[in-house]
Antibody, heavy 121, light 110 residues
Framework: QAQLVESGGGVVQPGRSLRLSCAASGFSFSTYAMHWVRQAPGKGLEWVSFIWYDGSNKYYADSLKGRFTISRDNSRNTLYLQMNSLRADDTAVYYC??????????????WGQGTLVIVSS | QSALTQPASVSGSPGQSITISCTGTSSDVESYNRVSWYQQHPGKAPKLMIYEVIKRPSGVSNRFSGSKSGNTASLTISGLQAEDEADYYCCSYAGSSTWVFGGGTKLTVL
């Protein structure tokens, strides 16, 4: 059974950086594309970023304006999200989710439990 | 990348059927058969309920069904049960390897 476990969340001051991790197990991580999805407190889901199975292609929501970077280490079965220049409106639970295919099948079939990021001074 | 439009809330009594709509544009819902639906209970991670408009993952009750017409997708839940009370989100592929979610619908089982 696929399992995803996020870590790295916490309280960070505006303008600072944070790196989230997502450890994968129970499936062949290197053959699946992965996503980050976030959810602000009391709000809906927002797609953040997507990376191909081999890390060769990466995509982002327009709203991020180049502040976030997705990456993966297939040797460690781990997905990352580097978040820079954090703002208050980045406060959210960040979920990693597995795509149904290696280059973007179109849906998210497994989700982690999320890690909470709070941007506050 | 504007969010898809869903009703904020719907409700129904046990045993009844309800339908949640999800309206997008010609750039997302209408153009791709890559609409999926997710169920989220409070404090929990989302769970895939429907993918590729009409398909149901293994283990999901056949009381859940999906459809699409033009730029509007729909999720129908028949034979409502108490455990169906949750938030539901639609999601569509929006081209250029981007995705867009709906604002979410809170389902109340009366």
């Amino acid at each position: 059974q696929a399992q995803l476990v996020e870590s790295g969340g916490g309280v960070v001051q505006p303008g600072r950086s944070l790196r989230l991790s997502c450890a994968a197990s129970g499936f062949s991580f290197s053959t699946y594309a992965m996503h980050w999805v976030r959810q602000a407190p009391g709000k809906g889901l927002e797609w953040v970023s997507f990376i191909w199975y081999d890390g060769s292609n990466k995509y982002y929501a327009d709203s991020l304006k180049g502040r976030f970077t997705i990456s993966r280490d297939n040797s460690r079965n781990t997905l990352y999200l580097q978040m820079n220049s954090l703002r208050a409106d980045d406060t959210a639970v960040y979920y990693c989710a597995r795509d149904s295919a290696g280059t973007g099948g179109g849906y998210f079939d497994y989700w982690g439990q999320g890690t909470l990021v709070i941007v506050s001074s | 990348q504007s969010a898809l439009t869903q009703p904020a809330s719907v409700s129904g009594s046990p045993g009844q059927s309800i339908t949640i709509s999800c309206t997008g544009t010609s750039s997302d819902v209408e153009s791709y058969n890559r609409v999926s639906w997710y169920q989220q209970h409070p404090g929990k991670a989302p769970k895939l309920m429907i993918y590729e408009v009409i398909k149901r993952p293994s283990g999901v009750s056949n009381r859940f069904s999906g459809s699409k017409s033009g730029n509007t997708a729909s999720l129908t839940i028949s034979g409502l049960q108490a455990e169906d009370e949750a938030d539901y989100y639609c999601c569509s592929y929006a081209g250029s390897s981007t995705w867009v979610f709906g604002g979410g619908t809170k389902l109340t089982v009366l």
